[in-house]
């Protein structure tokens, strides 16, 4: 299957602090998604990029899409306690979606 | 967002038994997957269904794994003669329609083979 490096793998930082972890791949997605795991639960989709160079907000989320379409990145802007998770991208190529390695968050208050 | 159940939560069974996992999906969706996550690592593909068949299937999906709708709204992942390794977290995901094809996940069904 497709490979996704999602880095970093995992983050510890200050409530308020702002947040960036990326995904890359060398293969070419149609759709990139992010999505926020909890423990026990499943994904739940924060944003979907669509189109190369898409830069989409969701609160205080934003994500885009790279214009290789090969990466994406996301960033959170002033973190608080409830960020806390696994951050999980995926990307799209036809009806299959590929997911990332994680990058597992802990936010300190 | 669209509502995905599934049932049961939580499925134990002993090592060769065969399990059905199931989804419903509370919407009109266009694709269903299955997707496995075992303790720690990450989400893995299954298999996709389209149109009441297989569109794509990973190489995890071999012919012990089996998916079907019987009834045109339960989606049903079998998986026979259950081994150590099959335990895991299974999730089921819904996607497409006619206004996008985000895909949204169910809440997973833990599988412990003892």
């Known amino acids: 299957g497709q490979q996704l490096n999602q880095s970093p793998q995992s983050m510890f930082i200050q409530e308020g602090e702002d947040v960036s972890m990326n995904c890359t791949s060398s293969?070419?997605?149609?759709?990139w998604l992010w999505y926020k795991q909890d423990p026990g639960e499943g994904p739940v989709l924060l944003i979907a990029l669509y189109k190369a160079g898409e830069l989409t907000s969701n609160g205080r989320l934003t994500a885009q899409f790279g214009i290789t379409r090969k990466d994406s990145f996301l960033n959170i802007s002033a973190s608080i306690p409830s960020d806390v998770g696994i951050y999980f991208c995926a990307g799209q190529i036809g009806n299959q979606f590929y997911f990332g390695t994680g990058t597992s968050l802990t936010v300190i208050p | 967002e669209p509502e995905v159940t599934q049932t049961p939560s939580h499925q134990v069974t002993q090592m060769g038994q065969e399990v059905i996992l199931r989804c419903v999906p509370i919407s009109n969706h266009l694709y269903f997957y299955w997707y496995r996550q075992i303790l720690g690592q990450k989400v893995e593909f299954l298999v996709s269904?389209?149109?009441?068949?297989?569109?794509?299937k990973s190489e995890i999906f071999d012919d012990q794994f089996s998916v079907e709708r019987p009834d045109g709204s339960n989606f049903t992942l079998k998986i026979r003669s259950t081994k150590l390794e099959d335990s895991a977290m299974y999730f089921c995901?819904?996607?497409?329609?006619?206004?996008?094809?985000?895909?949204?996940f169910g809440p997973g069904t833990r599988l412990t083979v003892t």
């Open positions: 995901a819904i996607a497409g329609t006619h206004d996008s094809y985000e895909q949204y």
């Open positions: 293969s070419i997605f149609n759709t």
């Open positions: 269904f389209y149109n009441n068949e297989i569109s794509e």
